[in-house]
């Protein structure tokens, strides 16, 4: 695609369910990134794909938090037992990875829950 | 200390000035460096990027690294209302793949 596709644009779930949110990076890039970004903060670092393989998921917050990339192109962010705390925008962005390199960001997802 | 510090702002600027954005950071081996705007309620738009030590424009925008002093700049000549948003800087390190770490945003209101 044009773009870094993020969906759904909107989620709202209830505490305690389970939520997977889909990447669909640019075509052709290798590098993921998932950024979670709160009201008023800049993005903050959760996981990063180089390939299929997590290169770097030192940003994730906990075990509840998981991200799977097995084709190397889409991705799913996966939060089980969700809290009130997990409530922001769920960036994802894509570059060539290699080296210095610009990411390009998704439009976001914004998760609540409830 | 945070990885990478921005005055959140918000920074007022009347239509025309130039808005100077600062940011400053710690690891002391980055290498490279980002500018991204974002609107509300939107995400990050990448504006510009600087690898060496100096002055790089880009249209109405210069961004400014120096590397001794740990410091990069985004200057916005002719700021129009519509360059209203909050920019981030972003930060990648040398060590290999690494994502971007980037600051909390300042916050620019440009006046008419």
């Known amino acids: 695609g044009a773009g870094v596709s993020q969906t759904p644009s909107n989620k709202v779930t209830e505490k305690g369910k389970y939520v997977e949110l889909r990447c669909d990076p640019i075509?052709?890039?290798?590098?993921l990134y998932w950024y979670r970004q709160s009201l008023g903060q800049g993005p903050e670092f959760l996981i990063y794909?180089?390939?299929?393989?997590?290169?770097?998921d030192s940003g994730l917050p906990n075990d509840r938090f998981f991200a799977v990339r097995p084709e190397g192109s889409v991705s799913t962010l996966k939060i089980q037992r969700t809290e009130r705390g997990d409530s922001a925008v769920y960036l994802c962005?894509?570059?060539?990875?290699?080296?210095?390199?610009?990411?390009?960001f998704g439009q976001g997802t914004r998760l609540t829950v409830v | 200390q945070k990885e990478v510090e921005q005055n959140s702002g918000p920074l007022s600027v009347p239509e025309g000035a130039i808005a100077s954005l600062n940011c400053t950071y710690s690891?002391?081996?980055?290498?490279?460096f980002f500018w991204y705007r974002q609107y509300s309620g939107k995400s990050p738009e990448l504006i510009m990027f600087i690898y060496s030590n100096g002055d790089k424009e880009d249209g109405r925008f210069t961004a400014q690294l120096n590397k001794a002093s740990q410091y990069v700049s985004l200057l916005i000549r002719d700021s129009q209302p519509s360059d209203s948003a909050t920019y981030l800087c972003?930060?990648?390190?040398?060590?290999?793949?690494?994502?971007?770490?980037f600051g909390q945003g300042t916050r620019l209101s440009v006046i008419a």
């Open positions: 075509s052709g890039h290798t590098a």
């Open positions: 794909f180089q390939g299929t393989g997590a290169a770097d």
């Open positions: 962005a894509s570059s060539y990875g290699q080296g210095n390199t610009e990411a390009f």
């Open positions: 972003a930060v990648k390190s040398a060590a290999g793949n690494t994502p971007l770490v």
């Open positions: 690891d002391r081996g980055s290498q490279s």
